[in-house]
């Protein structure tokens, strides 16, 4: 028996030199090994929480309404945006009309009244979970413009001043979609002033 035949038996043959290949593509192994295992904990968390249909946010939407969800408000203007959009894309204004009654009732009587904030803590919150919590002042005052330009384009419209009234529609469409798709919202940057002015102390988002 040759010295490279004790070499080899004594480095366990095959075993070793698999072991060798074995480590060469140990780094494609892990890496899919690890995205395998991120799968499997999305897919568990993913089942936990649709198994638990109690699910309980930091903050309780519906009592707890001096703060809000950040995405809550995005989702609306993105509801709003697309509404009013789509009254002026059909020439139907009443859509409009309906879009403010909405965002007026949900001020009113609270947001278990609001459909886009149903629709966002009741479906999309417990699936994807809670965002940044802020102070739910600006975001509501933002909604009080927007009633206030559709309530005035509701008038223009009934008065015969269609093109004012389109105008109002689209500007409250231009800011929600803006709002929506960038987070910067026109109008809760405009009670954030007011409120520096003022000296009024937001809540800290966090």
């Known amino acids: 028996m040759s010295l ?13 030199l698999g072991a060798i290949r074995l480590r060469g593509c140990y780094p ?15 897919a568990r ?5 649709m198994a638990n249909p109690r699910y309980k946010p930091s903050v309780d939407p519906f009592l707890d309404t001096d703060v809000i969800d950040a995405r809550a408000p995005r989702v ?10 789509a009254a002026f894309l059909l020439d139907f204004w009443p859509l409009a009309t309906l879009m403010g009654l909405q965002l007026a009732i949900g001020l009113t009587f609270g947001r278990q009244y609001c459909l886009p904030c ?5 479906v999309l919150q417990p699936r994807y979970g809670e965002g940044r919590i802020e102070d739910s002042r600006p975001p509501r005052f933002a909604n009080v413009v927007g009633i206030v330009f559709l309530t005035v384009a509701t008038v223009a419209f009934l008065a015969g001043l269609t093109t004012l009234g389109w105008v109002l529609t689209l500007i409250v469409s231009a800011l929600a ?8 919202c026109v109008g809760c ?4 002033l007011y409120a520096r002015a003022r000296g009024i102390r937001l809540i800290a988002a966090h």
């Open 189 to 192: 940057e405009m009670y954030a």
């Open 177 to 184: 979609g803006f709002a929506a798709v960038s987070g910067i």
């Open 4 to 16: 490279g035949q004790d070499v080899w038996d004594a480095a366990g043959g095959e075993s070793a």
């Open 76 to 85: 609306n203007q993105a509801v709003v945006s697309l509404v009013t959009l």
């Open 45 to 49: 968390d993913y089942h936990q929480l």
């Open 28 to 42: 494609i192994l892990a890496s899919i090994q690890t995205r395998r295992t991120r799968e499997l904990l999305a």
């Open 118 to 122: 149903l629709f966002y803590f009741k």
